[in-house]
């Protein structure tokens, strides 16, 4: 198998797809935040584009978003065997109305599948759903994973301003234990932008994290875990701020009645049932994420292609000073597990 390389051994479980063009908007809602795509000049040989939502300049990206041959040329240099790809969070379009929305994110699941096909099983996809419909998302998934090939459902942090921990979306994560799939959930349109002061970058840099660990906290707080032991859950960035606020959080669990009335299970243990990528930075931070959640949660991520992503992600590990063994767990044996294919599992990656 690829990934036992080990010069590239890694599975990266945080990687992002964004489509070279899209389809044209025929829906009947004007203006509607729908992506399109325009040509931006040429650098360092690549193509690019910009990315426009509703007209307004978004991000501008590289044919590495969409060009499988171009992804699989960077993986060997980052040690990375096997590239977990779900679509940029800002075309997961909850925004949208149903019937628009439906179309976006069917198109975006075949692109995701056909760029899979074409790695020739060096990339898995993640699916997009509409969330603001939990029969409609239901639906979209069963499709993308049973007639797609899609191994996992990517989500935001939350749906038009509602947190993923809020029950409403039980019936939805309750499909995805049915259909035995995993959920990465990925920080999107994040609380807390009026209170940053700079220039937009910093949603990515500094909201991103706020974001996903108040999306990871609720998961908890809601009892989602305890409902449904089943669930295989990650968070991207570390899970954000959350490694800061569980220690609050267990403390005011033993502290408020209403918050243990709430949870049978302690915040850490609960926490612990959870897995995070690595996309921290820093090894000193990675390794407080091993103290807190236990090396048997951590993943590699990179949020590879964009600029903001780790580039070295199995040196970020050497660099922690971690052991051999907890090292290959990091790369690779937990990914496969969260991927639900494990050694006993009769799934296999490439």
Request: glycine residues 8%; charged residues 15%.
């Amino acid at each position: 198998m690829a990934w036992l390389n080990p010069c590239a051994c890694g599975i990266d479980v945080h990687a992002h797809v964004v489509p070279e063009a899209f389809p044209a908007y025929l829906g009947k809602t004007l203006p509607a935040p729908w992506p399109t795509t325009a040509h931006a000049p040429d650098a360092q040989g690549l193509c690019h584009r910009h990315v426009l939502v509703q007209g307004k300049h978004y991000r501008t990206v590289s044919e590495k978003c969409w060009s499988a041959p171009r992804r699989l040329a960077d993986l060997p240099d980052m040690g990375i065997a096997t590239q977990v790809v779900s679509p940029m969070p800002e075309l997961l379009s909850y925004w949208l109305e149903l019937a628009d929305a439906q179309p976006l994110i069917r198109f975006l699941n075949e692109t995701t599948a056909a760029l899979c096909a074409e790695s020739a099983g060096r990339m898995l996809g993640l699916a997009a759903v509409p969330l603001q419909d939990i029969g409609a998302a239901i639906a979209e998934l069963a499709y993308a994973v049973r007639s797609l090939g899609l191994v996992g459902v990517e989500v935001g942090s939350n749906v038009n301003g509602t947190a993923i921990g809020d029950p409403r979306f039980e019936p939805f994560f309750a499909a995805c234990v049915e259909l035995d799939v995993p959920v990465f959930v990925h920080a999107l349109k994040p609380a807390g932008m009026e209170r940053l002061v700079g220039p937009a970058a910093l949603q990515q840099v500094l909201a991103y994290p706020t974001d996903v660990g108040l999306a990871a906290a609720s998961v908890i707080t809601g009892g989602l875990l305890q409902r449904l032991p089943a669930l295989r859950m990650a968070f991207s960035h570390g899970g954000g701020t959350l490694p800061m606020l569980l220690p609050r959080l267990q403390q005011g669990w033993q502290v408020f009645p209403a918050l243990a009335q709430g949870m049978a299970q302690s915040p850490q243990e609960q926490a612990r049932r959870l897995y995070f990528d690595t996309l921290v930075f820093d090894a000193p931070a990675l390794r407080y994420l091993i103290d807190c959640f236990g090396e048997q949660a951590l993943m590699l991520g990179t949020d590879y292609p964009f600029n903001f992503h780790e580039r070295r992600p199995l040196a970020r590990l050497h660099e922690a000073g971690l052991s051999a063994a907890t090292c290959d767990a990091l790369a690779f044996e937990n990914a496969r597990r969260f991927l639900g294919r494990s050694p006993t599992s009769s799934k296999e990656l490439p």
